[in-house]
């Protein structure tokens, strides 16, 4: 390392960060680049195995140790977020930021032809999960002694309808509604900022599944649409509040 760069003051040092779908995609990616900038990442997903993985990448880098946590945000029950909230707090005490990353796809349908049991179950997880953990986490992110950072993934889909994306279109709509309401509920009176963030088009199973005749080299990968994802975790966007954020502008 130059002697410029272990000079450069880590920018999420002793934060305490969740974030979700942190097993595969742009998550794990975010939780890597969190733990870089000295974050204790908590690694939130369902695919127990895909988690540990990220676990010993940060461990073999050296960086501060992650907590692997294997949850189903689709589980529709909120006693097991409370469960999960009490557990961050035993072990924690405090959130000082969170990364509600982790999201489904579904069908890709008209509406008069989309599956009923499809659409539950991207409403279960990409909205009624998302409720609930920002629910139950609230209380955690007031804690924290820095003022905490509340991120949402969006999507461009959620920001203007687009035929055929069903669920997940309506999902990440809801999304937005959600973000535009904590946003105004948190800031002022519990010093929680809340953002939506649209990754863009990037290089991932669920890009992949959603495009599958597109040549995924040209696209940005998670690595490269990460310096927003910091900066939206960090002091620096300190006075960034309801606010819709595109991280390319590939859409
Ligand atoms: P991936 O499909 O690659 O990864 C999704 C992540 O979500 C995985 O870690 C998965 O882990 C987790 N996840 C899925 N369902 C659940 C569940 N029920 N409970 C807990 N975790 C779950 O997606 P991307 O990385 O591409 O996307 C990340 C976010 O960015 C999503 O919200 C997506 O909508 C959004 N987005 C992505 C774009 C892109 O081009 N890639 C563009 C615009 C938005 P596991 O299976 O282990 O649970």
Redesign the pocket.
Not at 20 to 29: E, K, N, P
């Given at each position: 390392m130059s002697q410029a760069a272990a000079e450069t003051p880590l920018k999420l040092k002793d934060r305490v960060i969740l974030v979700?779908?942190?097993?595969?995609?742009?998550?794990?990616?975010a939780a890597l680049a969190y733990a870089r900038e000295g974050a204790t990442v908590i690694l939130?997903?369902?695919?127990?195995d895909?988690?540990e993985a990220v676990y010993d990448r940060i461990e073999s880098e050296g960086l501060p140790q992650a907590a692997v946590l294997?949850?189903?945000?689709?589980?529709n029950d909120e006693e097991k977020f409370i469960e999960l909230a009490d557990l961050i707090a035993a072990e924690f005490g405090r959130l000082d930021g969170a990364l509600?990353?982790?999201?489904?796809?579904g069908q890709k349908a008209p509406i008069e032809g989309y599956n009923w049991a499809a659409w539950k179950q991207v409403m279960?997880?990409?909205v009624n999960?998302q409720f609930l953990l920002a629910k139950s986490i609230t209380p955690l992110l007031e804690r924290s002694p820095h003022g905490a950072s509340l991120v949402l993934?969006?999507?461009?889909?959620?920001r203007e309808g687009r035929a055929f994306w069903g669920a997940?279109s309506v999902s990440?709509f809801a999304i937005e509604g959600m973000m535009q309401i904590l946003a105004q509920e948190l800031y002022d009176s519990r010093n929680i900022r809340v953002n939506t963030l649209?990754?863009?088009?990037?290089?991932?199973?669920?890009?992949a599944?959603?495009y599958p005749a597109e040549n995924p080299e040209h696209?940005k990968t998670?690595a490269d649409i990460m310096d927003i994802h910091v900066y939206l975790m960090s002091d620096e966007s300190k006075h960034v509040n309801g606010q819709a954020l595109d991280a390319q502008t590939v859409?």
């Open positions: 979700t779908g942190a097993s595969y995609g742009i998550g794990a990616h939130l997903g369902r695919t127990q895909m988690l294997p949850f189903d945000l689709g589980c509600l990353n982790a999201g489904v796809l279960d997880i990409n999960g993934t969006s999507s461009s889909v959620g997940y990440k649209n990754p863009g088009a990037t290089r991932t199973s669920m890009r599944d959603a696209l998670a859409k």
